[in-house]
RNA sequence: GGGUUGGUAGCUCAGUCGGUAGAGCAGUGGACUUUUAAUCCAUUGGUCGAGGGUUCGAGUCCCUCCCGACCCA
């Protein structure tokens, strides 16, 4: 950690001698408007019009740029909202309040009264009659022009790269419209918002490694949630019959350009839905909150054009494999052994179990998915792989499944959810049998949520949005870390 | 795990063939009553990621390690 450096010392020896003067941390400054709303409001007037009918106003912000010449200077604060400049003149404010003010530092948080007007360059200004010093920093900000471009200082000061850098606010403004937006769209078509337990017994939902816990008054193991989806559907069993929930996920997994340890999702269920009409709902649902967070369906990611107005595309695993590499022909593509040499000419080592419908999904994952520009469907996933998916009526070896791919990468994935009882106590007995094998990713057997399933769970369609891959399409962010404000990083 | 690339002042970065460690910003002192990344003059500030080696001499060359970034798995 760089610390105590001679700035620092030196800003804390004005903050010492500030003290003296009195309460050097006040909050009884009243802040009245903010430099965005003053830009709104009196940008489109004149010089003459400011001047004839004078605009009091009283705002506050942090010092960004400091101009000091000999009895007059100008200051740039920067809001929320944006930045202001404000002029301070000797004339102005009383001799003392020059002399203190002109040794505050960038970086200080100010409030200014005055009155606007307009430079001869015809910025609008703040001609101050009273300045304050609200908060002394301490530290140096990042160099003024270039602002903070250390990634990793980034990700773990993220105040520092909010202070200096737009781009970062504009992406966590977005994210948070984009939730909104999600929010919004939902209760517009009757879900009920709920909120299901973080701390699982049993881990479920999905297939991946939990985080462990413990609670000590009931000596208890308890896990950070892999996922909502038991909860939910147990919440559909109880005649909630369209629920979601926006919350955080836990999985004890590798961190990636793609993956954090913790990220949010959105899940949805509805009774009497299947797969067919989540599809429908999910694209609706995609191109609204694209439409609400950047008021277009049309925009670039990565240099790249991604339109999400036109009708997203429903392709089998087979068919996307081959739409990509037409070389391969559907005979080999429903032949195991075929599958399997081409898995490993492409060093992966596919599972002894593995079915035809796994293999395919293997070299789907391996040659396809990252090609997927444009929003697809894929569609017809091996029922093996999925376990809580309803099976197909055409052919039990298939699950009424689908994930959601845009720009390579998967952003949601749903299913008609499987009612069955007794279906799915044989899905877990599989799964159970699978992590004995060795498979730590396979799901336990949960006899509680096999309990509800046996009261009658409708029939019923669910879906997984992952929201931080949303956002990062939505805001051109190449990285996970760069749409989470404080993403997982190593011990410093 | 592999490849590429980086770590030099608080920040952003130069540093040539191995020969006394630099600039801009920030800071400090001074000038300046309409500046715009203000300007002008002066100036403080360095364990060059760590350790070892080669050498008369290493930020620079060699070896090992640590910590990042990007790409791949």
């Known amino acids: 950690m760089q610390d105590e450096n001679h700035i620092i010392a030196e800003r804390r020896a004005k903050l010492a001698e500030w003290r003296r003067s009195g309460q050097a941390y006040p909050n009884d400054f009243a802040r009245q408007n903010t430099a965005g709303k003053i830009a709104d409001l009196y940008d489109a007037r004149t010089r003459d019009e400011l001047a004839d009918s004078p605009v009091e106003v009283s705002v506050a912000g942090r010092i960004m740029l400091k101009r000091v010449m000999g009895k007059a200077s100008f200051i740039t604060i920067q809001d929320l909202s944006g930045r202001l400049q404000v002029y301070v003149s000797r004339d102005q404010v009383d ?34 009659t009273e300045i304050r010093l609200l908060a002394k920093s301490l530290r140096p900000l990042p160099e003024k022009f270039h602002g903070l471009t250390d990634q990793e200082q980034k990700y773990r000061m993220r105040y520092l790269d909010l202070i200096t850098n737009e781009q970062t606010r504009f992406t966590f403004a977005v994210r948070s419209r984009i939730v909104q937006s999600i929010r919004s769209h939902m209760v517009a078509h009757g879900f009920l918002e709920v909120e299901t337990p973080m701390m699982h017994p049993i881990p479920g939902g999905a297939t991946a490694r939990p985080f462990a816990t413990h609670h000590n008054a009931l000596d208890m193991n308890l896990f950070l949630r892999i996922a ?10 109880g005649g909630l019959e369209k629920v979601f929930e926006i919350n955080r996920n836990f999985r004890n997994e590798g961190i990636s350009p793609r993956h954090n340890p913790e990220f949010t999702m959105m899940e949805f269920y509805e009774a009497y839905s299947d797969y067919r009409q989540l599809m429908d709902f999910t694209e609706g649902l995609i191109r609204h909150s694209a439409r ?13 054009t991604l339109d999400l107005g036109r009708p997203f595309a429903r392709l089998t695993i087979v068919e996307a494999i081959r739409r990509s590499h037409p070389g391969y022909g559907v005979a080999q593509l429903g032949d195991p052994e075929w599958l399997r040499d081409r898995l490993r000419a492409l060093a992966v080592d596919p599972p002894h ?32 792989v999925s376990p809580l998916a309803r099976r197909s009526d055409r052919d039990p070896e298939i699950a009424e499944r689908f994930e959601l791919y845009i720009a390579g990468r998967e952003i949601a994935n749903g299913f008609s959810e499987l009612n069955d009882p007794e279906d799915q106590a044989a899905r ?10 060795g498979d730590e990713e396979a799901m336990y057997y949960d006899a509680d949520y096999l309990r509800a399933l046996e009261y009658g769970l409708p029939p019923t369609g669910g879906c997984g949005i992952g929201i931080d891959r949303l956002v990062m399409l939505l805001t051109d962010s190449p990285n996970i870390r760069d749409v989470i404000l404080f993403p997982q990083m190593r011990p410093e």
Request: glycine share 8%; charged share 30%; hydrophobic share 40%.
């Open 95 to 128: 001799e003392t309040t020059y002399d203190a003010f002109r040794r505050w530092d960038i970086g200080d948080i100010v409030g200014a009264v005055g009155t606007l007007f307009r430079t001869r360059t015809d910025e609008l200004t703040v001609r101050c």
């Open 228 to 237: 909502p989806e038991l909860y939910l559907k147990r919440l559909v069993v």
């Open 292 to 304: 609400e967070a950047l008021a277009s369906e049309c925009f670039e990611y990565q240099g790249r």
């Open 353 to 384: 179990g593995a079915g035809l419908g796994a293999l395919q999904l293997l070299l789907f994952e391996e040659t396809t998915e990252a090609d997927l520009w444009d929003p697809t469907f894929i569609v017809d996933y091996p029922a093996e």
């Open 428 to 437: 877990f007995l599989e799964q159970a049998r699978a992590k004995e094998a």
